[in-house]
T-cell receptor, first 111, second 114 residues
C-alpha cells in the first residue's frame, strides 16, 4: 500500500522552463514532507522540506506548495537547468522518522 | 563534518549467502534507519535503530536484521540471500525521536545477488 502517490513518472523540460511534480497522501497524521533529489548511482539528497502549517516554502529555484485540505503537495523547479536532470522523490513522515516515499519522477532538462 | 558513510559501496553475493552492510551516521546524529531501493523505485523502509534498539520495522522478513552500536553506527544483516534482494541499501541518520528533524541519507551499498 503506497501512502504517497507521485506524478508524473517522468517529464522533459526545456532549459529555463518550469518543472512541476505533484504528490498526494492519505495519512492525515503526516507532519513532515521532504523532497529528495537523486542522481544515478547516488543516494537521495535532501532538497527542501515543508510542514503542514506552511502553504509554501521557497529555497532558491525550488518551491514547495502545500495544500493541507486537499492532502497534496508539489515541487516547482524554476529556470530548470541541465544539472537538475535527476530523479525526484517526494516523501512524508509522522513523528517517527519513517519516511514513506513516492515512486519518483525522472526529470530531463534539454539544453 | 562527515555525512552518512556506508560500506561497502558495491558487493556481489551468491544466492543463499549472508551479507553485512555498515553505516556511520552523520556527526551528532543518534538514530539510524535502513532503506531498500530496488532499481527504478522509491526507497522502502526496513527498520530504525535508536538507543541500540530496533524501534520500528517495515514489511521485511526476519532474514533482515540489524544492530546499533554504542557509537551510534549500525549494521544491516541479510541472511539466506535471494535474487530479489538485489538493490541499493541506504542508511539514513537523524537526531532524536519525536519527529521533525532532518533525515540525511548515505550514498548506499549496491548489493547484487547472483
Amino acid at each position: 500500500q503506497q501512502q504517497v502517490k507521485q506524478s508524473p513518472q517522468s517529464l522533459i523540460v526545456q532549459k529555463g522552463g518550469i518543472s512541476i511534480i505533484n504528490c498526494a497522501y492519505e495519512n492525515t497524521a503526516f507532519d513532515y514532507f521532504p523532497w529528495y533529489q537523486q542522481f544515478p548511482g547516488k543516494g537521495p539528497a535532501l532538497l527542501i522540506a515543508i510542514r503542514p502549517d506552511v502553504s509554501e516554502k521557497k529555497e532558491g529555484r525550488f518551491t514547495i506548495s502545500f495544500n493541507k485540505s486537499a492532502k497534496q503537495f508539489s515541487l516547482h523547479i524554476m529556470d530548470s537547468q541541465p544539472g537538475d536532470s535527476a530523479t525526484y522523490f517526494c516523501a512524508a513522515s509522522w513523528e517517527d522518522y519513517k519516511l514513506s516515499f513516492g515512486a519518483g519522477t525522472t526529470v530531463t532538462v534539454r539544453a | 563534518d562527515a555525512g552518512v558513510t556506508q560500506s561497502p559501496t558495491h558487493l556481489i553475493k551468491t544466492r543463499g549467502q549472508q551479507v553485512t552492510l555498515r553505516c556511520s551516521p552523520k556527526s551528532g546524529h543518534d538514530t539510524v534507519s535502513w532503506y531498500q531501493q530496488a532499481l527504478g523505485q522509491g526507497p522502502q523502509f526496513i527498520f530504525q535503530y535508536y538507543e541500540e534498539e530496533e524501534r520500528q520495522r517495515g514489511n521485511f522478513p526476519d532474514r533482515f536484521s540489524g544492530h546499533q552500536f554504542p557509537n551510534y553506527s549500525s549494521e544491516l544483516n541479510v541472511n539466506a540471500l535471494l535474487l530479489g534482494d538485489s538493490a541499493l541499501y541506504l542508511c539514513a541518520s537523524s537526531w532524536g525521536q519525536g519527529g521533525g528533524n532532518t533525515i540525511y541519507f548515505g550514498e548506499g551499498s549496491w548489493l547484487t545477488v547472483v
